[in-house]
C-alpha cells in the first residue's frame, strides 16, 4: 500500500522556470492539501481540496496553482517560481469523519536559484 | 499572529526524563487537535488525535486538550533517544476542512 505519492522528490529549479508537483493517494480519500514547511514556520497550507472538482485556498496561496485532476491525483504548479519558494512540499490526503487523519506523502525538496 | 503557537526550541532532555510539549490557539472553533511526530527528511506522522476537551494516553505518550484555556499539551514519559524527532501541533475545525499546524517543537533525547 503506498499511501500518498508526491514526484519529484528533489528539484533546482532557475528562478522564472515552472514546475508541476504531481501528487497521488491510493486511499480512495476525498480531500487532499498541498503544504509547504520552512524553517522555523512549521507546515502552512497552500491549497486544499474537500472533493473531486473542488479546490480552496489555504494560508499561502500566492504564486500557486493547483489541479484536482480526479480523486486521486491533486498537482501544485509554480508558473514563475521564485527564491522565496524554496521549500520543503508535503502533499497529504484524508478522509473526513474517519478521525480526520490525515497521511502524508514523503515530501519534496524545491531549490530555486 | 497565527492561529496556533508553538515553542520551536529546540529541547534536548536526558534519556528517561519527562518532556512536555505545548501549543496555544486563537480560533475557539478548533475542535480537533491532533500531535504528529516527523523524523527527519521524513513527512509527519500522526502521532495522538484527541476531539474536544479531555485527555488521551498511548502508551508512553498523554495528549492534553483544554479548550478553556485554548491550550494543548504532549506528555512523553520514559522519553527514548528514538522519540528525537520535530513534534508539530495540529487542529481542525467541525467543517473538517482546513488542518492548522503550529511551528514545530525539534525533541532530542540524549542517551
Known amino acids: 500500500n503506498a499511501g500518498v505519492t508526491q514526484t519529484p522528490k528533489f528539484q533546482v529549479l532557475k528562478t522564472g522556470q515552472s514546475m508541476t508537483l504531481q501528487c497521488a493517494q491510493d486511499?480512495?480519500?476525498?480531500?487532499m492539501y498541498w503544504y509547504r514547511q520552512d524553517p522555523g514556520m512549521g507546515l502552512r497550507l497552500i491549497y486544499y481540496?474537500?472533493?473531486?472538482?473542488?479546490?480552496d485556498k489555504g494560508e499561502v496561496p500566492n504564486g500557486y496553482n493547483v489541479s484536482r485532476l480526479n480523486k486521486r491525483e491533486f498537482s501544485l504548479r509554480l508558473e514563475s517560481a521564485a527564491p522565496s519558494q524554496t521549500s520543503v512540499y508535503f502533499c497529504?490526503?484524508?478522509?473526513?469523519?474517519?478521525?480526520?487523519?490525515?497521511?502524508f506523502g514523503e515530501g519534496s525538496w524545491l531549490t530555486v536559484v | 499572529q497565527k492561529e496556533v503557537e508553538q515553542d520551536p526550541g529546540p529541547l534536548s532532555v536526558p534519556e528517561g526524563a519527562i518532556v512536555s510539549l505545548n501549543c496555544t490557539y486563537s480560533?475557539?472553533?478548533?475542535?480537533?487537535f491532533m500531535w504528529y511526530r516527523q523524523y527527519s527528511r521524513k513527512g509527519p506522522e500522526l502521532l495522538m488525535y484527541?476531539?474536544?476537551?479531555g485527555n488521551k494516553e498511548d502508551g508512553r505518550f498523554t495528549a492534553q486538550v483544554d479548550k478553556s484555556s485554548k491550550y494543548i499539551s504532549l506528555f512523553i514519559r520514559d522519553s527514548q533517544p528514538s522519540d528525537s524527532a520535530t513534534y508539530l501541533c495540529?487542529?481542525?475545525?467541525?467543517?473538517?476542512?482546513?488542518?492548522?499546524f503550529g511551528q514545530g517543537t525539534e525533541l532530542s533525547v540524549k542517551p
Open positions: 484527541t476531539y474536544s476537551s
Open positions: 481540496s474537500a472533493s473531486e472538482g473542488t479546490t
Open positions: 486511499m480512495n480519500h476525498n480531500s
Open positions: 480560533n475557539s472553533a478548533f475542535q480537533y
Open positions: 495540529a487542529m481542525m475545525d467541525n467543517q473538517g476542512g482546513k488542518l492548522i
Open positions: 497529504a490526503s484524508s478522509e473526513p469523519g474517519s478521525g480526520n487523519t490525515i497521511y
